[in-house]
């Protein structure tokens, strides 16, 4: 089970270069159910998510280059590129804020989100963001991937 709060970011922290941080490529083959394809580094990926914003089961599955190059072809929409940045912060959580290439904001600037992965909802509904996260978008199916691959 993947439970997952998402939140706007409107101005990247002062030190997030000292953040880890990775390229993704990614796109879906459907979005009801959600099947989705990513590429990061050498790792490529499938990844079925059933419905539900706050949690959904996702189940990932290991894929060679081949099958991942394969499977690119069969995408609806565009394939979302982005740098993610990773930061563990109290209790265990981590921050993992994207940065996207091709989703933007409405006045044109790239879509920055942050997601945070808990283990119950109970942690989820419990947090309090960091006064720099901006707007909870957890329930705004707008900011799915998935959805975002659509415009």
Same mark, same amino acid.
């Given at each position: 089970?993947? =439970?997952?709060? $998402?939140?706007?970011? #409107?101005?990247?922290? @002062?030190? =997030?270069?000292? !953040?880890?941080?990775?390229? =993704?490529?990614?796109?879906?083959?459907?979005?009801?159910?959600?099947?989705?394809?990513?590429? #990061?580094?050498?790792?490529? *990926?499938?990844?079925?998510? *059933? &419905?539900?914003?706050?949690?959904?089961?996702? @189940?990932?599955?290991?894929?060679? @280059?081949? &099958?991942?190059?394969?499977?690119?072809?069969?995408?609806?929409? %565009?394939? =979302?590129? %982005?740098?993610?940045?990773?930061? *563990?912060?109290?209790?265990?959580? %981590?921050?993992?804020?994207? /940065?996207?290439?091709?989703?933007?904001? &409405?006045?044109? &600037?790239?879509?920055?989100?942050?997601?945070?992965?808990?283990? #119950?909802?109970?942690?989820?509904?419990?947090?309090?963001?960091? /006064? !720099?996260?901006?707007?909870? /978008?957890?329930?705004?199916?707008?900011?799915?991937? *998935?959805?975002? #691959? $659509?415009?």
């Amino acid at each position: 089970m993947a =439970i997952e709060r $998402k939140f706007l970011i #409107s101005n990247l922290p @002062e030190d =997030i270069e000292t !953040w880890a941080n990775r390229r =993704i490529e990614q796109g879906y083959i459907c979005t009801e159910p959600v099947l989705r394809i990513r590429h #990061s580094g050498d790792k490529y *990926s499938f990844v079925y998510k *059933s &419905s539900g914003l706050l949690a959904h089961q996702e @189940e990932t599955f290991p894929l060679t @280059e081949e &099958s991942y190059n394969h499977l690119a072809t069969k995408v609806d929409g %565009k394939m =979302i590129k %982005k740098t993610r940045y990773v930061r *563990s912060i109290e209790n265990n959580l %981590k921050i993992e804020l994207d /940065v996207f290439d091709n989703v933007y904001e &409405s006045d044109g &600037s790239n879509l920055k989100m942050a997601e945070v992965e808990f283990p #119950s909802v109970e942690d989820a509904n419990a947090f309090i963001p960091p /006064v !720099w996260f901006g707007k909870d /978008v957890t329930m705004d199916k707008k900011y799915h991937n *998935s959805e975002m #691959s $659509k415009a």
